[in-house]
Structure formats: structure tokens, C-alpha cells
């Protein structure tokens, strides 16, 4: 078989892409191997890689890939701030690139011709996956069964009885949903209807905050120049500090998001999406960045991690403006070291305290005790004067704030003074 009859498929173990693998040998006349990657999705990858040999798949592969995605992917994003929309840690979106390398990776050493997805034509990780392959290696051609087949669900699953094939998925169960170590996405169903509050089986990782452990949990969470190294003063591995905090931010109503997001491809979509760990992690990275930051550095990283943000949920990790605002971002965090205290408390989270050794907040500038204030106040009466000498002139000459500033205040001032109305 030649190598552009072989392709290496995204293998998930649901419906739609174990219907893709017989559906590709039928209709396309293609060997299909099969790539099972492990982001912490909490499922039985073995149980998956058989169901795939089961299906028609010629080979099967498992990669466990957690510590790669949580250290390179999720953890820079961090550092660079990046919420998409301002609330969208960006789970799903960061694991594409690094599914489309190592999909790329297999197809080279299996010298296959073509990478497949199992991404329908309304999402937006056709476009990732797309981009992403085509960036890495534009020799390989880019199959996706799900986008060009004519079936809804009930066919596929009409589809997989005719063959024998077993899918854990039935008419019953309405949610489509992705996961990783960095959150879970759900959508479809019910929660297509914005105005519908979401029922409680949308939710699995997190606790209902109304029923959450009443007095709460403290966690004091270690940073080396912004990344998370330790709980608690327990040093940990990427993927097992994240996990952990996904089970102590879930189990306190921690990390749940409902938004109504701007597509890439054009519509508004209805997301759910659960990350305790990453709503913890950036509440805690935003806060030592408040000691260790300037001001001026602060301001400008905002817009850089909203760009960044646009870029991963775009598709575009492997662009070379994202390469060069990593530049920037690595700058920033060289001295983001130090310890953070949170409170998680049936679904609010509080930061109690942080510290840093390379902190600008000097206690003694800052504080309002004269015996131990090193803050010159001679000095600003001097700073006031030339800070608003540009407005004083403005005014003087132009007159600026004359019938404007009338105009705002009322036509009649009542006085009062200690001999009553004036």
C-alpha cells in the first residue's frame, strides 16, 4: 500500500471517529492507523487503542502526552495570561497543536500520506487541526470523514450497528464534550437554548457551590519565574499539580464558566466549560504579577495576552507572531517567583496573601506609619506640578472646561453651615 493510501487518524474512541475508520476504508480506500492521545481525559486508552484494532484500524498507538501539554502549552498560556474572551482558558484550543505535531510525527515515521480528524464543519478545530498539519508539514494531505460524510448522529449510529461496530454513545445522551487536564468543554443539546440554565449533569468535575463544604479550603501555590511548581510547599510535576487542583478546586464549586462565544468560522456559540485548575492558577499567576510587574509592563501585557489568546483559539500556536510573543512573555515572568494564598469557598475564589522575594511593593513607600515611611511628600507637590501643568494650560488657553463644566452641575447649590441653609 502506498503511503498516500495510508492515514493516521485522531483516534478518540467515540462515535464519530470509530465510524470514521471503516467509513475512510469503504469510501476512500485508506489504511487507516489509529493515534490515541492521553491529556488527561481520564479515560481507559488501552480500552480505546483495542476498540480501535476492533474497528478496522491496522495499527493503534496510545501516547501519553500530559506532562508535554500541561509544561509547553497550558503553563506558557498561563504565564502570557491568555483567557479568550476574557474567560476561556483555551483547553480545548491548546491541545490541537500539540495533537496535530504528534499526528504529524506518526505519519512521517509510518510513512503515511495523509492525517485525519474527526471535527464536523461548524466547529472550530477543523481549522486548528487544518492549520496546524499544513504548518508542520504542508506535504501531508489532511482527511476529514466527519465534514464531508452526509450523516447526523442517528446515522452513525445506524452506521456502527450495521458493522458490528461498539461506540459509547446512544440517542440518549445530548452533549458533546471534550476534555483535557486544563478544562472540559460541553455543548449541544439543551444548552443550545442561551436562555436555559445548565442541569446538573452538564457538570462532572465541579461540585454545585450551594453544596460545597461550607467553610471552604485554603491552598498556597508555589511560582518560579511563572510557572507552578508546588502545593502546599509540596514540590510537584506539571500534570500532578493540575490534577490535584482540579479535584480540590472541583470539590469547592471552583471553575465553572458559561459563556456565549465568537467562533472563528462566524457564529455565536453556547459554551460550558469546567476548569478548576485553571481559574485558580490564573487568579494566583495575576496575583503575584501584581507584586513583581511594573506598571507600564503590566498595562502592555494585557494586549499581548489578549492577542495570544486570539492566536491559540484561532489556530494559530505555531505562527511566528505567537513564536515572538513568547519572547516577550518569557521576559516578563524572569522574576514572577513567589507564593500565593487562595481561598476556595463554595464556588468564589480569594486571594489571601502572596509574597515574593523580588516584589516592587516596599512596605516601607507604602505605608501610612510616619515612624517607618521612606516616601518623600515634599517631593509631590513638585510631581503634582508638573503632572497637571499640561491640562492647567490647556485650560488657561482654550478655555476647555468653561460652559462644559457649568452644564454638568446642577442650577441651584444648596449651602449648608453650622448657621443652617444658606
Same mark, same amino acid.
Given at each position: 500500500?502506498?503511503?498516500?493510501?495510508?492515514?493516521?487518524?485522531?483516534?478518540?474512541?467515540?462515535?464519530?471517529?470509530?465510524?470514521?475508520?471503516?467509513?475512510?476504508?469503504?469510501?476512500?480506500?485508506t489504511?487507516?492507523?489509529?493515534?490515541?492521545?492521553?491529556?488527561?481525559?481520564?479515560r481507559?486508552?488501552?480500552?480505546?487503542?483495542?476498540?480501535?484494532?476492533?474497528?478496522?484500524?491496522?495499527a493503534?498507538?496510545?501516547?501519553?502526552?500530559?506532562?508535554?501539554?500541561?509544561?509547553?502549552?497550558?503553563?506558557?498560556?498561563?504565564?502570557?495570561?491568555?483567557?479568550?474572551?476574557?474567560?476561556?482558558?483555551?483547553?480545548?484550543?491548546?491541545?490541537?497543536?500539540?495533537?496535530?505535531?504528534?499526528?504529524?510525527?506518526l505519519a512521517?515515521?509510518?510513512?503515511?500520506?495523509?492525517?485525519?480528524?474527526?471535527?464536523?464543519?461548524?466547529?472550530?478545530?477543523?481549522?486548528?487541526?487544518?492549520?496546524?498539519?499544513?504548518?508542520?508539514?504542508?506535504?501531508?494531505? !489532511?482527511?476529514?470523514?466527519?465534514?464531508?460524510?452526509?450523516?447526523?448522529?442517528?446515522?452513525?449510529?445506524?452506521?456502527?450497528?450495521?458493522?458490528?461496530?461498539?461506540?459509547?454513545?446512544?440517542?440518549?445522551?445530548?452533549?458533546?464534550?471534550?476534555?483535557?487536564?486544563?478544562?472540559?468543554?460541553?455543548?449541544?443539546?439543551?444548552?443550545?437554548?442561551?436562555?436555559?440554565?445548565?442541569?446538573?449533569?452538564?457538570?462532572?468535575?465541579?461540585?454545585?457551590?450551594?453544596?460545597?463544604?461550607?467553610?471552604?479550603?485554603?491552598?498556597?501555590?508555589?511560582?518560579?519565574?511563572?510557572?507552578?511548581?508546588?502545593?502546599?510547599?509540596?514540590?510537584?510535576?506539571?500534570?500532578?499539580? !493540575?490534577?490535584?487542583?482540579?479535584?480540590?478546586?472541583?470539590?469547592?464549586?471552583?471553575?465553572?464558566?458559561?459563556?456565549?462565544?465568537?467562533?472563528?468560522?462566524?457564529?455565536?456559540?453556547?459554551?460550558?466549560?469546567?476548569?478548576?485548575?485553571?481559574?485558580?492558577?490564573?487568579?494566583?499567576?495575576?496575583?503575584?504579577?501584581?507584586?513583581?510587574?511594573?506598571?507600564? !509592563?503590566?498595562?502592555?501585557?494585557?494586549?499581548?495576552?489578549?492577542?495570544?489568546?486570539?492566536?491559540?483559539?484561532?489556530?494559530l500556536?505555531?505562527?511566528?507572531?505567537?513564536?515572538?510573543?513568547?519572547?516577550?512573555?518569557?521576559?516578563?515572568?524572569?522574576?514572577?517567583?513567589?507564593?500565593?494564598?487562595?481561598?476556595?469557598?463554595?464556588g468564589?475564589?480569594? !486571594?489571601?496573601?502572596?509574597?515574593?522575594?523580588?516584589?516592587?511593593?516596599?512596605?516601607?513607600?507604602?505605608?501610612?506609619?510616619?515612624?517607618?515611611?521612606?516616601?518623600?511628600?515634599?517631593?509631590?507637590?513638585?510631581?503634582?506640578?508638573?503632572?497637571?501643568?499640561?491640562?492647567?494650560?490647556?485650560t488657561?488657553?482654550?478655555?476647555?472646561?468653561?460652559?462644559?463644566?457649568?452644564?454638568?452641575?446642577?442650577?441651584?447649590?444648596?449651602?449648608?453651615?453650622?448657621?443652617?441653609?444658606?
Amino acid at each position: 500500500m502506498t503511503a498516500a493510501q495510508r492515514c493516521v487518524l485522531a483516534y478518540s474512541g467515540g462515535l464519530d471517529t470509530s465510524v470514521a475508520i471503516p467509513w475512510m476504508r469503504e469510501n476512500l480506500d485508506t489504511e487507516v492507523i489509529a493515534l490515541s492521545i492521553d491529556l488527561g481525559e481520564a479515560r481507559d486508552l488501552r480500552s480505546v487503542q483495542e476498540r480501535a484494532l476492533r474497528t478496522g484500524a491496522t495499527a493503534a498507538y496510545v501516547v501519553d502526552a500530559r506532562r508535554l501539554f500541561v509544561e509547553n502549552f497550558a503553563f506558557p498560556s498561563l504565564m502570557a495570561g491568555a483567557l479568550y474572551e476574557g474567560v476561556y482558558p483555551l483547553a480545548t484550543a491548546l491541545g490541537r497543536p500539540l495533537i496535530a505535531k504528534l499526528l504529524v510525527d506518526l505519519a512521517r515515521e509510518e510513512s503515511a500520506g495523509a492525517v485525519a480528524h474527526g471535527c464536523t464543519g461548524k466547529g472550530n478545530d477543523q481549522v486548528r487541526f487544518d492549520v496546524a498539519v499544513a504548518a508542520l508539514a504542508p506535504e501531508l494531505k !489532511v482527511l476529514a470523514p466527519v465534514r464531508d460524510w452526509d450523516m447526523g448522529r442517528p446515522d452513525e449510529l445506524r452506521y456502527a450497528a450495521e458493522r458490528g461496530i461498539e461506540v459509547p454513545a446512544t440517542l440518549a445522551s445530548p452533549y458533546s464534550v471534550d476534555a483535557n487536564l486544563w478544562g472540559r468543554s460541553i455543548e449541544a443539546g439543551i444548552l443550545e437554548d442561551p436562555w436555559e440554565e445548565p442541569p446538573r449533569d452538564v457538570f462532572q468535575w465541579t461540585a454545585d457551590p450551594g453544596e460545597a463544604p461550607p467553610d471552604g479550603a485554603l491552598v498556597e501555590i508555589a511560582f518560579e519565574q511563572g510557572r507552578p511548581v508546588s502545593l502546599d510547599g509540596e514540590p510537584l510535576a506539571a500534570e500532578v499539580l !493540575v490534577e490535584r487542583l482540579n479535584a480540590l478546586g472541583g470539590a469547592h464549586g471552583i471553575g465553572r464558566i458559561d459563556h456565549v462565544e465568537n467562533r472563528l468560522v462566524g457564529i455565536k456559540s453556547r459554551e460550558v466549560y469546567e476548569a478548576p485548575a485553571a481559574t485558580i492558577l490564573f487568579a494566583a499567576h495575576q496575583a503575584l504579577e501584581s507584586l513583581t510587574l511594573a506598571r507600564d !509592563v503590566m498595562r502592555f501585557k494585557r494586549t499581548v495576552a489578549e492577542e495570544w489568546a486570539r492566536l491559540v483559539y484561532d489556530g494559530l500556536w505555531f505562527s511566528a507572531l505567537r513564536h515572538d510573543l513568547w519572547a516577550f512573555v518569557r521576559s516578563t515572568q524572569e522574576f514572577v517567583s513567589g507564593e500565593v494564598r487562595m481561598r476556595l469557598q463554595r464556588g468564589s475564589l480569594r !486571594v489571601v496573601g502572596r509574597k515574593s522575594q523580588q516584589s516592587l511593593y516596599r512596605h516601607e513607600l507604602a505605608t501610612y506609619d510616619r515612624a517607618g515611611d521612606r516616601f518623600s511628600h515634599e517631593s509631590a507637590r513638585g510631581f503634582i506640578e508638573l503632572f497637571g501643568l499640561p491640562l492647567r494650560t490647556q485650560t488657561a488657553v482654550q478655555h476647555a472646561l468653561g460652559d462644559a463644566s457649568r452644564r454638568l452641575l446642577p442650577e441651584r447649590l444648596d449651602r449648608l453651615s453650622a448657621d443652617g441653609p444658606g
